[in-house]
């Protein structure tokens, strides 16, 4: 099984007093895990007739968003 992979550089950008101090990094359409992309689970009814649940993971999109929030502070290193 092939995987992809990811990588985020994580580098201070222009800042100022009193600015804020937080970064926030989007990463978009990965495949989502509990339905292995497809947007569906197969179910059966009481007649055994089968039909597509949607995924409650990712609401039937096959796909997730990842929303990171990198907060940056003084180093207390000195
Ligand atoms: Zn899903």
Do not use: F
């Amino acid at each position: 099984m092939s995987k992809e992979r990811r990588m985020i550089e994580i580098t201070p950008g222009r800042m100022s007093p009193g600015g804020r101090m937080t970064d926030r990094i989007e990463s978009r359409g990965h495949s989502c895990p509990y339905c292995q992309g497809n947007g569906y689970h197969w179910q059966e009814d009481e007649w055994q007739e089968r039909y597509k649940q949607e995924c409650p993971i990712c609401n039937g999109s096959g796909r997730l968003d990842a929303l990171i929030t990198v907060e940056w502070r003084a180093s207390d290193n000195v």
